[in-house]
């Protein structure tokens, strides 16, 4: 068996085993840990195409997934408009804003590309607090809406609202899934290659004739949609929204966090990282929400002062080569050639 086959089978193994879990755990707050897990692993890998093929920081992706998350919930209360579609609706509106944004913030290097989305963050998350009506649409101000949880005879796939965990969980994780393939076929692609050029050499991949700033604006497009469709699920799962909870820089700062903890530009970063760290805040503002909020941002500092002092490249590399150091007995050496 060659190294390549054994990654591959592990990874369907472990697929494999993610979807079966549902039949051991049966635990309503086990079940939305591990939804939390999915969802934030599938936010952090669409962050991760701009923000780490791109060699950019972006701290402002939060505002994407508020535009997912109000847009089909508007749609929903007030038109009656499937979650499904309000989706889709909302992923084109986030791709536009990031193309809005993208196309004059990512000529800008370092610090100032940061502050820029976190400047615009914190501008619509003020304005959609003091906003009642926007034009024909109520969103509520600092209020949020509130999406009253159908019965259970009238509640299914159409309109997104499940009586137990398992379909949000099954949800969830296909969305990773899907995520992760994409991202390993941009990886391979002409237009990865160029990604990865331009954030980490952009002058000589400009000398070699590649558009750099237009491949960083493409991948803000794409990391926008795919990041607020993450934003309908979340008003699906929890039923109620509100600037503070899906526009809010915590959420931005804690996707960095889990890409460069996990390994910023690797496909298997943002797994990693939201593996080790949204276990522990989920725990910590189950138990500590009320006598330490804001305890899991303190955890995932402290964890990536560590990791950035130890493995500023992340934990990817150094987990990876310890699997294929446990796996080396299960390699096939090729034959030596015999007189």
């Known amino acids: 068996m060659t190294q390549n086959e054994l990654k591959r089978n592990c990874l369907i193994g472990l697929a494999l085993a993610a979807f079966a879990l549902p039949l051991v755990v049966s635990s309503p707050t086990y079940l939305h840990i591990l939804i939390m897990l999915f969802l934030f692993a599938y936010m952090t890998t669409s962050w991760n195409l701009v923000g780490g093929f791109a060699g950019v920081l972006p701290l ?3 505002v994407f997934v508020g535009i997912g998350a109000y847009t ?5 209360l007030q038109y009656g408009v499937s979650p499904w579609i309000g989706m889709i609706i909302g992923g084109l509106l986030s791709a536009a804003v990031g193309y809005l944004i993208g196309k004059p913030t990512l000529k ?15 501008g619509v998350r003020v304005m959609v607090e003091n906003i009642d009506m926007l034009g024909p649409f109520k969103l509520n101000g600092p209020r949020g809406l509130n999406i009253p949880p159908l019965p259970a005879q009238e509640a299914g796939f159409w309109s997104f609202q499940f009586a137990t965990k398992e379909p949000y969980y099954y ?6 899934i899907l995520v992760l ?4 076929y941009i990886s391979h692609s002409k237009f990865g ?3 990865k050029s331009g954030g ?6 400009q000398a070699l004739g590649v558009n750099v700033a237009s491949c960083k604006v493409a991948a803000n497009v794409l990391s926008a949609f795919l990041t607020s469709l993450a934003g309908t699920f979340l008003a699906q799962l929890t039923l109620f929204i509100y600037p503070k909870s899906v526009l809010t820089l915590d959420l931005s700062f804690e996707l960095a966090f889990i890409a460069l903890i996990g390994g910023r530009g690797s496909i298997a970063g943002p797994v990693i990282g939201a593996l080790l760290l949204r276990p522990v805040s989920e725990f910590s503002r189950i138990y500590f929400s ?19 002092l130890y493995q500023p490249r992340g934990l990817t590399e150094p987990l990876l080569g310890l699997f294929d150091r446990i796996t080396a007995g299960f390699i096939r050496k090729p034959q030596e050639d015999t007189v």
Not at 72 to 76: A, E, F, G, H
Not at 171 to 176: E, F, G, P, V, Y
Not at 290 to 308: F, Q, S
């Open 108 to 122: 800008m290097r370092g610090a100032y590309f940061a502050l820029s989305t976190m400047a615009f963050v914190e």
């Open 193 to 195: 290659y160029y990604l």
């Open 60 to 62: 402002g992706h939060s």
């Open 171 to 176: 949800i969830a994780l296909t969305m990773l």
């Open 181 to 184: 393939a994409l991202t390993y």
């Open 72 to 76: 089909s919930t508007v749609l929903w």
């Open 290 to 308: 009320d006598t330490l909020p804001g305890l899991h941002l303190i955890i995932l500092g402290v964890v990536l002062i560590v990791v950035m």
């Open 200 to 205: 980490e050499e952009p002058e000589a991949a």
